[in-house]
């Protein structure tokens, strides 16, 4: 019984600790190791890599020439108030709801750091980080469905948390400014939600490891303690009628 509990608490910490690391010519970070990041064009997506989980989340992220108007105080201001989008299919521009907007340290290098909902997709939050470092505008977005918000923010939150800016940027990008990143932007992030499933996996590393024969191991470990626990209390419960247990999620 206790192999069987100590395999199963390996099983859990390494499927909590699996992570990558991601570079490309602007940034660098820790990638969960269940998903996948692309060059497309001007833009680098991210998103899990099981089909069935694509349209929950996707990172879109870019760098180009910083234009007059890019600065960390103009990057506050423009997004501590709600942002003007086009709805899907109209004309009709509606306006985003902020959730917050703060500087954040990461590494010594200060981002402005805003969250909002139904921005770039109706009914999805989008976390916008936005810097200028030597002359370049940078933007990283997370993109996630509001009703899987809580089932990818820990993992996300990891992320954001080992962001580094690199300096070696590739040649100049179309979008110049946070204003043109911005732009592009929501029609990376709304092609990315459309595709069924990413084929370029550009992490380093070996490749993502079997979740499915993990997550069918570990739920049989927990029937088999569950069922084990249940019998032992029951023979215990025959013997003495007062013991009692309770489950809490």
């Not at 954040?104 to 909002?116: A, E």
Request: aromatic fraction near 12%.
């Amino acid at each position: 019984m206790f192999l069987l509990i100590s395999a199963f608490v390996l099983l859990v910490n390494s499927s909590q600790v699996d992570a990558k690391p991601f570079a490309n010519s602007f940034i660098e970070f820790n990638a969960p190791d269940s998903w996948t990041c692309a060059d497309s064009g001007p833009y680098w997506t991210c998103q899990p890599m099981d089909p069935k989980k694509v349209k929950d989340a996707v990172i879109v992220m870019a760098a180009g020439p910083q234009g007059p108007g890019d600065s960390m105080q103009e990057y506050y201001d423009d997004m501590n108030k709600a942002l003007m989008v086009y709805e899907p299919g109209t004309n009709k521009k509606a306006k985003s709801t902020p959730a917050y907007t703060q500087y954040k340290d990461i590494f010594g290098q200060k981002w402005v750091d805003s969250q909002h909902l139904s921005t770039a997709v109706p009914g999805y939050f989008t976390r916008y980080l936005t810097t200028v470092k030597d002359g370049r505008a940078v933007l990283f977005t997370v993109t996630v469905d509001k009703n899987k918000y809580n089932l990818y923010m820990s993992e996300l939150y990891k992320l954001i948390e080992s962001m580094k800016v690199r300096m070696s940027f590739p040649a100049e990008p179309v979008d110049t400014g946070l204003k043109g990143l911005l732009f592009g932007q929501k029609q990376a992030i709304n092609t990315a939600l459309a595709k069924k499933e990413k084929k370029s996996l550009t992490i380093t590393g070996e490749e993502g490891s079997s979740w499915g024969l993990i997550v069918a191991i570990i739920v049989a470990l927990i029937v088999f303690v569950v069922v084990y626990i249940y019998i032992k209390r029951r023979r215990n419960r025959n013997k003495n009628k007062d013991k009692k247990g309770f489950f809490k999620k």
